[in-house]
């Protein structure tokens, strides 16, 4: 099955996905949310979302493996060919109501991701790379190719430092003191993979987090990627059951901000 037809139908799915996403953050108050330990949550707007994508691109492609966040925990599939998937990254903030999380699809062959889409529902922001082809946004019917910033100086960065508040994490803190300390402007704005998506299209100058999953990162490093950007190596499909550094920034910052992720 070529990558044209998967490419299009991830593009497909995710609109899908995120028009339900939307539908269940106007009714968020009669989601049963659990809790998945500390500053952990999961709803019933996790699952339905991601049992829809799963559904849809099993149709599709029946010979594709699939790796959802809500579902890892029972993975069994090779990652010869596979579907990479947050159902809602920004789980926090869609459940308060704050309108910064999306859909998050990522395909990888042979460990090397291929696709990655991000979608802003909330927006109608569609973020799309195909691996060689570039990254792009449509909006309202309109698409157009991004690109990281011209960004090439730390004094004037704006960058966002992830961290997941499930427990304290001596190192993040020093990562922001040593960001601070070079001048730099930060946000958590509470998405991985749309902080990275924002980072492609040039309005963050870079985006860090010590610990995130595949799920969370795959397709947002594939945007930077193709929008010109740096991205520092994530660990191949072996690892995919573990959380991972990620670093994802405009080329004119990388070589001042790398070591100051290295003494993390
Ligand atoms: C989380 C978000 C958050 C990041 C966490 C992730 P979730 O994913 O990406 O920004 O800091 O590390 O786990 O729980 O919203 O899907
Ligand atoms: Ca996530
Ligand atoms: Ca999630």
């Not at 979302?49 to 069994?76: H, N, Q, T, V």
Request: aromatic share 8%; proline share 5%; charged share 20%.
């Amino acid at each position: 099955m070529p990558l044209t037809a998967r490419y299009s139908a991830a593009q497909q799915v995710a609109l899908k996905a995120g028009e339900l996403a939307r539908d269940l953050f106007a009714k968020r108050d009669s989601l049963i949310v659990e809790n998945k330990g500390a500053q952990n949550f999961v709803s019933r707007a996790d699952r339905a979302i991601e049992d829809f994508i799963a559904s849809k691109l099993a149709a599709a492609f029946p010979g594709d493996a699939f790796l959802g966040e809500e579902s890892a925990a029972s993975f069994r599939g090779s990652p010869e060919h596979i579907w990479v998937v947050d159902p809602i990254d920004g789980t926090h903030n869609f459940l308060r109501g704050l309108r910064y999380y999306c859909v998050s699809i990522a395909y990888a062959e042979a460990g090397k991701t291929e696709l990655g889409v991000v979608y802003d529902p909330e927006h109608d922001e569609m973020f799309h790379a195909r691996r060689g082809d570039g990254a792009w946004r449509r909006h309202a019917g309109e698409q157009g190719r991004i690109a990281v910033s011209e960004c090439a100086t730390l004094k004037e960065a704006l960058i966002a430092i992830g961290h997941h508040d499930r427990f304290p994490e001596p190192r993040h803190l020093a990562l922001r003191h040593a960001l601070m300390d070079a001048g730099v402007a930060t946000r958590n704005l509470g998405s991985g993979a749309l902080q990275l998506a924002h980072v492609a299209a040039g309005r963050l100058d870079g985006f860090v987090e010590l610990s995130l999953n595949a799920w969370d990162a795959l397709a947002g490093l594939l945007l930077v990627e193709e929008a010109g950007g740096y991205v520092s190596p994530f660990p191949g499909p072996e690892h995919w059951g573990e959380p991972a550094p990620v670093l994802g920034c405009a080329r004119g910052i990388a070589g001042a901000l790398q070591p100051l992720v290295g003494a993390w």
